[in-house]
């Protein structure tokens, strides 16, 4: 037996799961795909931020370093955070490593990788996340449509669509702050949205949802009757892009599209519009390739878990800030954390 836990990802799930079995004496090693520190947040827009303070916004042990004059955190902090997180407790992450297999083994789970190495472990903790799983729908016409077509995951400044016609597909938060830096370069900004998006009053933040989250969670707990929800995670934050967007009378869209041409989208009622790229801010699905060879990965994509995360089919195996269905907000960094140490505290 090479170790106690093995964990798969150095994202902010993975970490989260090193603070705490770094708390114990289990032997452990965190495996990363990533060439260096910051998770998925590494591949983040340019512009990308929060949207929760950064008091509300750190990881188990240590706060994030307020933004000077206050403000959401913006990408490149996230990821110095992050860096710095993973050198303050001394986490033996070891990178590049792709992860391709999870495969039981007798005495516990073996993890493979691309390059031939193998570990094995008596507990494993995936957390791969979903940014290596961009979902594009499977709209007719997909494969006709003349222009370039992105994912969110792969956008970065909207400097790159200037004068040119663009269709923004999604209406969470990531097509709302695309929407809002697009439409002040590009000739024109069109939103689609599966339907009319929802946005939260100015004064409500990610730090405030997660607040009443948590305020659900704990009155269920104890048996009250939970407050009235503010609006989920997928509502759209106004964040300051978004407000002044608003304010330019852009944050409008329209129900999706039948198909696509070559030239652009076309609805059901026959009418068009025009676009030269399409960036597609349509989500993702949990990374889990590497879990095919221990048959736990069901249809929908995901892995039916316990209240820890612990897989009923195979319970040497944890999975960690997938969504709501691994934790409550366990996705997020102001959630991850109480996740993490309901896994590590089972694993022990």
Known sequence: MDLDVLVIGAGQAGLSAGYFLRRGDRSFQILDAGQAAGGAWRHGWDSLTLFSPAAQSALPGWPMPAVPGGGYPPRDAVIAYLTAYEARYALPVRRPVQVTAVRRAAEGLQVEA??????????????????????????????????????????RRPEDFARKSVLVVGGGNSGAQILAEVSRTAAQATWVTDRPPVFLPDDVDGGVLFDRATARWQAEREGRPPPPPLGGLGNIVMVPPVMEARARGVLHSLPPFARLEAEGAVWADGSRVAADVLIWCTGFRPALDHLAPLGVVEADGRVRVSATGRALAEPRLWLLGYGDWTGGASATLAGVTRAARAAVAEIG
């Open 114 to 155: 691309a390059d031939g190495a193998a570990w094995t472990a008596r507990a494993v903790i995936s957390a791969t996340g979903t940014w290596s799983h961009p979902f594009i729908p499977d709209i007719p016409g997909r494969d006709v449509f003349a222009g370039p077509q992105i994912h969110s995951a792969h956008y």
